[in-house]
């Protein structure tokens, strides 16, 4: 199976600020990978997929990159509705695998 | 609009078996692939499986195979998903996510929180 690790597992931040999100596969997965947020008590929202290209609807404050083994999810102007738990996905072979998560704090 | 509607929340003792609905609507049901994700509580994500509501073919996690069965009903564009010998690491909130046309989740349903407990 193929292992995906994200750091960090959390980070606190403040309205406004930039934020970045890595993720890395144990082996390469090409640029199959995806990215959701998730609330507390909500079903996860898918923001990207391919690495970097955003799903409907996505405010383009969120973007993807990446390809291979290391990934990057980056949230520009935090704003109060983005904290969050944020994971990633591998969608590159069975079974399809996701980080840990990152949670972000106020 | 595409939406995903499962069924309630249910509690089950250890060693039965559980079957939780998604029903589909907003787009052709056969089109798109359906996965099953689940979370336990407090941990993360975990991926399950995977249906074709067009064939009826499944992929398991190798984890569930011998105890998991996803099948489809197109008459009423539903996805099941059954889970069988159930023990109380079991216990958590089971989605049902579409694949969309570029093969990642895009929607996912509601989700069904599952209880294990005698």
């Known amino acids: 199976d193929i292992q995906m690790t994200q750091s960090p597992s959390s980070l606190s931040a403040s309205v406004g600020d930039r934020v970045t999100i890595t993720c890395r596969a144990s082996?390469?997965?090409?640029?199959?990978l995806a990215w959701f947020q998730q609330k507390p008590g909500k079903a996860p929202k898918s923001l990207i997929y391919?690495?970097?290209s955003l799903q409907s609807g996505v405010p383009s404050k969120f973007s993807g990159s990446g390809s291979g083994t290391d990934f990057t999810l980056n949230i520009s102007s935090l704003q109060p509705e983005d904290f969050a738990t944020y994971y990633c996905?591998?969608?590159?072979?069975?079974?399809?695998?996701f980080g840990g998560g990152t949670k972000v704090e106020i | 609009q595409v939406q995903l509607v499962q069924s309630g929340a249910e509690v089950k003792k250890p060693g039965a078996s559980v079957k939780v609905s998604c029903k589909a609507s907003?787009?052709?049901?056969?089109?798109?692939?359906m996965h099953w994700v689940r979370q336990a509580p407090g941990q993360g994500l975990e991926w399950m499986g995977i249906?074709?509501?067009?064939?009826?073919?499944?992929n398991y996690a190798q984890r569930f195979q011998g105890r998991v069965t996803m099948t489809r009903d197109t008459s009423t564009s539903t996805v099941y998903l059954e889970l069988s010998s159930l023990r109380s690491e079991d216990t958590a909130v089971y989605f049902c996510?579409?694949?969309?046309?570029?093969?990642?989740?895009?929607?996912w349903g509601q989700g069904t929180l599952v209880t294990v407990s005698s």
């Open positions: 996510a579409r694949e969309g046309p570029a093969a990642a989740e895009d929607y």
């Open positions: 907003g787009y052709t049901f056969t089109t798109y692939f």
């Open positions: 249906i074709n509501p067009g064939a009826g073919t499944t």
């Open positions: 082996q390469g997965i090409s640029n199959y």
């Open positions: 391919a690495a970097s």
């Open positions: 996905q591998q969608y590159n072979s069975y079974p399809l695998t």
